[in-house]
């Protein structure tokens, strides 16, 4: 996926989930975080930030963030973005169907897909969260993270080819690991998954300032685990 307009700043603050503040070529700026999570790790006073241009008319602010560097290393923040490059990377997966947003149990899993009469379901998680060049998930509690991966076992012993893939924001990171200390709940349901036949993926990706794209040679695997 292509940012246009692209800018660079500095961190001010963050006044709440939705906008923050800051200086663009000396002036204080409102721009909204394309990321309600808390980022706290990464969004720290005077780092260099990344942001897009929007020309969206109704819109209060000009500019998302969508980017921010941490010791030279650039993080992409977009939580929209993981689904946007796991819809490309699917496209070239040979899928006869792909289907966004499907209901499953309580869920909405974010892809169904259909190959050689295989019925597949996938969850996308980004990670942004590092520490010593390991990815940690989740960097918040998530209840609906856990009720995911339940779905996704439960998928899993009915048949389907089930997957969760944790979208990696950063380069140089190629596992991410449950964020036990956050949330012990979800890595009790991931390990739980994994023993039900869930494949977790790692998908590394290629992070510019004006794109975000998953790095050719990594492939579903042939069999259900990742």
């Known amino acids: 996926m292509i940012y246009g307009h692209i800018r660079e700043g500095a961190f001010i603050c963050r006044p709440n989930r ?13 721009v909204h975080v394309k ?20 020309f969206n008319p109704v819109r209060k602010t000009a500019y998302d963030l969508t980017g921010v560097y941490k010791n030279g290393r650039l993080f992409n923040i977009d939580s929209q973005a993981p689904n946007r490059v796991v819809r490309e ?34 969850e996308v998680k980004g990670c942004t969260l590092e520490e010593d060049g390991i990815g940690y998930f989740p960097d918040a ?22 997957y969760l893939a944790f979208v990696i924001q950063t380069e140089g990171v190629s596992r991410v690991l449950p964020n036990d200390r956050t949330h012990p709940a979800f890595g009790r349901a991931l390990r739980e998954a994994e023993a039900a036949g869930v494949g977790i993926l790692y998908l590394k990706c290629g992070v510019t300032p004006e794109s975000l794209r998953i790095l050719p040679g990594q492939d579903l695997p042939a069999e259900g685990r990742g």
């Open 89 to 122: 990377w699917l496209e070239g997966q040979g899928f006869d169907e792909i289907r966004p947003e499907f209901g499953y149990g309580e869920s909405r899993m974010d892809f169904f897909m259909k190959r050689d009469g295989e019925s597949f379901l996938l």
């Open 18 to 30: 939705f906008i923050a503040h800051v200086s663009l070529e000396g002036r204080e700026t409102v």
């Open 141 to 162: 509690p998530t209840l609906r993270g856990v009720r995911h991966l339940h779905e996704l076992a439960r998928a899993s012993r009915e048949g389907y080819r089930a």
């Open 35 to 54: 990321n309600t999570g808390r980022c706290r790790e990464l969004l720290l006073p005077g780092v260099r930030v990344v942001l897009a241009r929007s």
